[in-house]
């Protein structure tokens, strides 16, 4: 038994009740998010025989538009034509990036079930299924899946499996659990198309992505106290005709010096913000609180925040006696 069963229960009685939901994934979205919203978006039509609309407020990442239905997102929404909305891995409403959903549309009492597992979730919904010891929000899916006796067509089994290698990064971070693996094999039985997984979400580099990462791992410096920095500004991204889409998973390269306690990268997003990553594969570091205090949030191991800015550069000169 699952131990979302009242969550469980509730969320089957809001979506039997209601006729047109719509599912939001979060900005700049990821493989968990949009896994995560077509899976939702399949059950639902097919099993529950509802209209759905699922929407992102960013357009997809080019590594994600293999997946099936990859074409279904829409930009724009409407919350009043739709009698529910879930929302998939989204932490907080600023993630949704939908000026319609704020917090006076939170109070208008819309019902909103928040699906998620950021341990910094805002808890925002109506009703809240947030599980931070899921390695991701398509785990908590499959479950209600399985609750709720789904079927899983092999499209909807590579969903699930592109949110479980993306938020595991391919089983290697510390997320990754027994459970995490058994819904794996229990996915690849279904059908799941996993060398497209790697191949599409792994394996794939365009050259500007290349150039621009040469330049993230050559800024890269370690300070005495064991942080190690890198940056990229928008002179960057000119230069490489790259895009601030581009640095996704280049942070984990920095990550794997041995010496560093903790690693960040800051980055222009050409749009007038300097966004930072925060890795570390210590215990004793917690990320995710590093960068609630810079209005962020995310995992103790992986998160991130965005403050208004550019990024300076400033020489120090010392002078060590021998
Ligand atoms: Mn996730």
Sequence with gaps: MSKFQKEFEKALKLIEKSNNILIISHKNPDGDTIGSNLSLRKVLICDFGKNVTSVCADPLPKSLLFLPDSNVFENKIDPNKHDLIITVDASSVDQLKFAEID???????????NIDHHPTNKKFGTLNIVDENASCATEILYYFFEFV???IVPSTATHLLAGLYNDTGSFMHSNTSSSSYKIASKLLEAGAALPRIVKHMFKTQSIEQLRLWGKVLSNARLNKKGTL???ITNDDFYETNSTPRDLMGVI???????RSNLSILLSEDMEGHVKGSMRTSKNDVNVASLC??????GHKKAAGFTIPGKIVTEEVWRIEEE
Excluded at 103 to 113: P, Q, R, T
Excluded at 292 to 297: A, I, M, Q, S, T
């Design 103 to 113: 917090e006076k549309f939170l109070k208008s009492g819309k019902a909103i079930i």
């Design 292 to 297: 609630e205090k810079l209005g962020g949030g």
């Design 229 to 231: 920095v890198s940056k």
């Design 252 to 258: 984990n390269y920095l990550n794997s010096v041995s």
């Design 149 to 151: 006796k789904a079927t």
